[in-house]
């Protein structure tokens, strides 16, 4: 008989791995082994070989001192292998340039990644004012207006299974109510668009659009402006821009 563990068994060194680096990643800077032990509940000293190891390959990093830990820069290497493999991203950076050029804000291209969305690619505004942007940023999806465009692709069903009924308030206008939440998509539904009014920062409205290429959407595109200068009629253009910018991604989408 086959003593082989079934190809669905999880490696729990892989699994620890995983949960580790998942860890600095969504923790910037450098952290005690005491720490990073109290927040992932790993017996200290598997702990402190797997992190010495990753140390050994580069993965993780130390300060002088050799007791505290951040991620390493072959997470980068990895990272940016994702998005300049990712067909979509490339194919995408025309449309990104173009709606760059007609609001002159912050752009976004995003993929929902669970209950977040991930930046995949960022166009600055070319205003004093503007958003702090980076690739590769993580926002609770139902705090951004990236967010709300692809729950409302989902069932009001599907978006209770992936949502708990109490949600984080990222600021004081942040949706807590998951019902209210879903009250909200239909209307998302309706229009065509989602609209983040500060929910995630303070001082920032964000417009955001679904790329209908697949069912439900995964990426969105979005536009990031803040409320001392967006108008009645600046509004109005970035809607206009971003369905045009979310029609030509959608059919260059299918083609590839």
């Known amino acids: 008989m086959s003593t082989t563990e079934p190809a669905s068994t999880p490696v729990k060194s892989a699994v620890r791995t995983v949960l580790l680096l ?66 979509v991203v490339a194919a995408a950076r025309p449309t990104l340039d173009r709606l760059s050029d007609e609001t002159t804000e912050t752009i976004h291209l995003a993929r929902m990644d669970g ?12 205003h004093y004012l ?31 299974r992936l949502l708990p009924e109490r949600l984080e308030a990222v600021t004081e206008h942040t949706h807590t109510d998951r019902e209210r939440l879903i009250e909200e998509l239909a209307l998302v539904r309706e229009q065509g668009y989602a609209v983040d009014r500060e929910e995630n920062t303070l001082g920032l409205r964000c417009f955001g659009v679904a790329v209908p290429y697949r069912s439900p959407a995964r990426d969105a595109v979005s536009c990031s402006v803040p409320v001392a200068r967006l108008t009645a009629g600046h509004e109005q253009a970035i809607r ?11 059919l260059v989408a299918r083609r590839m």
Do not use: C, N
């Open 22 to 87: 998942e860890h600095f990643a969504s923790r910037p800077g450098l952290h005690s082994l005491a720490d990073i032990q109290h927040d992932l509940g790993l017996p200290k000293s598997s702990l402190y070989m797997l992190l010495r190891t990753l140390v050994d390959l580069g993965w993780v990093e130390t300060d002088a001192t050799g007791t505290r830990y951040g991620i390493g820069v072959r997470a980068l290497l990895v990272g940016s292998s994702y998005i300049d493999g990712d067909e």
């Open 115 to 126: 209950t977040s969305v991930v930046y995949l690619a960022t166009r600055p505004s070319r």
């Open 130 to 160: 503007r958003p702090f942007t980076r690739v590769g940023r993580r926002l609770p999806v139902h705090s951004t207006a990236l967010g709300k465009a692809l729950l409302a692709t989902h069932t009001d069903d599907e978006v209770r």
């Open 240 to 250: 206009r821009a971003l369905f045009e910018a979310r029609d030509r991604l959608a």
